[in-house]
């Protein structure tokens, strides 16, 4: 890796997508990651995952670059993105291609959502549904049509097969450096999705591919994502690569109790800042304890 980063020092990285302004979940995650490499004497990089190309703007990565300075936050070597490294992630998708773990996927959300609907109507039975509450995509003539755009998706239901076994495990590691291993069933996924119609990679495949290529050993994030590790352990698994160990840290909540998302456009560390918030409120409303 670009960092000469000595082998077994652990790295962690922390990865916003500069497709709008950090809040102040995203700088709990920033900490966490920042105090753990630290703690553990180890490498800490910052990644733009900027996966999807019509929502990434320079204004996002030079907002969060100011944001990271004024949380305190410093890292190894120049920011990493996920498009520097397409290659390596093209090269990956051909092997699962290759290998047959891949399909052609044209229905569009609609038309999944419709084809679950039909069949809890005409069945009275529930259609399958994965962690993330995302329905199972259905198998499908409409697939084998040559005309319109596809996605590329991972053909699950014979990942088990291949690997010979019907779980995935992880080690979760916390703080005190007590470590507990994790066990998940591959049947609580569908084929999800590696590359998206419009051409885009997926985040939980590309990351997969880049932390691997920049040599990410401890991976810190929230407890959001804890269940999407089972997908990434089946990706490292197909593709041979070793499996970084993991660490899920609690959310920051609304007062809805609702964890806080760009996507309902929860109030941005910029703004928060322009109001006059200083980092020691921030520290404060988070729990955050400094030094």
């Known amino acids: 890796m670009s960092q000469n980063v000595p082998d077994l020092q652990p790295v962690f990285r ?7 302004e950090l809040h102040i979940g995203h700088a709990l995650s920033a900490l966490t990651n920042h105090r753990m490499a630290e703690q553990l004497g180890g490498v800490f990089l910052l ?7 019509g929502r990434v703007r320079p ?48 229905l569009s959300r609609k ?36 005309n319109g755009d596809a996605a590329e998706r991972l053909r699950m239901s014979s990942v088990a097969e291949t690997l010979g076994r019907e779980t995935v495990v992880w080690t979760e590691f916390d703080a005190d450096g007590s470590t507990t291993q994790q066990e998940r069933a591959i049947s609580d996924w569908g084929d999800v999705v590696l590359r998206a119609k419009s051409g885009d990679d997926v985040y939980t ?33 197909l593709l041979g690569l070793p499996a970084p160990i993991y660490h899920h840290h609690r959310l920051v909540l609304d007062d809805a109790g609702k964890k806080l998302s760009k996507s309902d456009k929860s109030i941005s560390l910029r703004a928060l800042r322009a109001e006059g918030m200083t980092r020691d409120q921030l520290f404060e409303q988070i729990g955050w304890v400094d030094g």
């Open 205 to 237: 495949f590309a990351t997969v591919v880049h932390d691997n290529l920049i040599g990410v050993s401890h991976i810190v994030r929230g407890t959001d994502m804890q269940e999407n590790t089972t997908v990434q352990r089946v990706l490292q698994e």
């Open 59 to 106: 204004q996002y990565e030079a907002q969060i670059l100011d944001d990271l300075a004024w949380l305190g936050i410093t890292w190894s070597g120049d920011p990493l993105r996920f498009t520097t490294a397409r290659g390596e992630i093209d090269a990956c998708l051909k092997t699962l291609r290759l290998k047959g773990q891949t399909f052609q996927a044209r």
């Open 14 to 20: 922390f990865a916003p997508s500069p497709n709008g």
């Open 111 to 146: 038309q999944i959502k419709d084809a679950a609907s039909a069949h809890e109507r005409e069945t009275g039975t529930p259609w399958p549904k994965d962690p993330d509450g995302a329905p199972f995509y259905p198998k499908s003539p409409q697939d084998t049509a040559s």
């Open 47 to 53: 990644r733009f995952d900027d996966t999807d190309r």
